[in-house]
């Protein structure tokens, strides 16, 4: 993927409205990329640098490159109302109305949530985990019971008596 990226980097370098960069996050770069949420690399983000998302897309030059072609550069927000749909600048314009101590609260409570989402899924997956390995044990314990049973030694006779027969 370095090879792809390196390329996109120099394709899009000096473009008035688009930056493509790589962060180093194990040094100077680590505050970014907490802030980020950056949680394994190679980890890539796009879009407004104060509210970045997660891209999804293919690794590829060719992926990247038509990504970036048809979803970088000016989007929404308060600097590009031009750009924003009704309902979103109507949004914006709410937000521009309130004071800063209000909208801060009002940040803290929406990531609380995100946050609130994140640790919910985790807990889920743990029980899952548990579940998984509570299934498997008494799957194991089950099989080796049947084995224990004659299993093995009803299907020598099985066969036995089988070569029996055919012999005669």
Not at 25 to 35: A, N, Q, V, W, Y
Not at 47 to 63: E, F, K, S, V
Not at 106 to 116: C, L, T
Not at 153 to 162: G, P, T
Request: glycine share 8%.
């Amino acid at each position: 993927m370095k090879p792809a990226w390196d390329q996109l980097m120099k394709d899009f370098d000096g473009h008035a409205s688009v930056l493509i960069a790589d962060v180093d996050c194990t040094t100077e770069g680590k505050s970014l990329c907490d802030e980020s949420g950056v949680q394994g690399f190679p980890t890539i983000k796009y879009g407004d640098p104060n509210d970045m998302q997660d891209y999804q897309g293919g690794r590829d030059a060719d992926a990247l490159t038509k990504f970036a072609k048809e979803n970088l550069g000016p989007s929404c927000g308060p600097d590009n109302l031009d750009l924003c749909a009704a309902d979103k600048k109507k949004q914006i314009d709410e937000f521009l109305a309130l004071p800063i101590a209000d909208l801060t609260s009002k940040i803290k409570e929406k990531e609380d949530e995100s946050a609130k989402a994140d640790k919910d899924l985790e807990e889920l997956l743990k029980s899952l985990q548990a579940q998984y390995e509570a299934g498997t044990k008494a799957k194991d314990t089950k099989k080796e019971e049947i084995k224990e049973s004659g299993l093995g030694l009803m299907k020598s006779v099985q066969a036995h008596r089988k070569k029996a027969k055919a012999e005669l």
